[in-house]
Nanobody, 113 residues
Framework: QVQLVESGGGLVETGGSLRVSCTAS????????MGWYRQAPGKQRELVAL?????VRNYADSVKGRFSISRDINTVSLQMNSLKPEDTAVYFC?????????WGQGTQVTVSS
């Protein structure tokens, strides 16, 4: 079992930056992958960024060049720059361990136009 707690969401103007972080209840290097997903109102949850156990990073096309995922022993963070109104969503931390998926409670990111 893994508990994930997100922090760092908030309100920012277009073009601004935010950093969201996820603290896990155990060493994240034991996970197959850690990632950030987001869900906007009326839309499906989508992958934003992922980092594998080997350190390979993948990003959604919509955030490439603007967002950056990083990690340390028990935290995975998402640095979001040049934010756009379409980035507005609830951001969820995800951990993949074996065949299990774990989710945080989500943190709201709102980008005003």
């Amino acid at each position: 079992q893994v508990q994930l707690v997100e922090s760092g969401g908030g309100l920012v103007e277009t073009g601004g930056s935010l950093r969201v972080s996820c603290t896990a209840s155990r060493n994240i290097f034991s996970m197959n992958a850690m990632g950030w997903y987001r869900q906007a109102p009326g839309k499906q949850r989508e992958l934003v960024a992922l980092i594998t156990i080997g350190g390979v990073r993948n990003y959604a096309d919509s955030v490439k060049g603007r967002f950056s995922i990083s990690r340390d022993i028990n935290t995975v963070s998402l640095q979001m720059n040049s934010l756009k109104p379409e980035d507005t969503a609830v951001y969820f931390c995800n951990a993949k361990a074996g065949t299990n998926d774990y989710w945080g409670q989500g943190t709201q990111v709102t980008v005003s136009s």
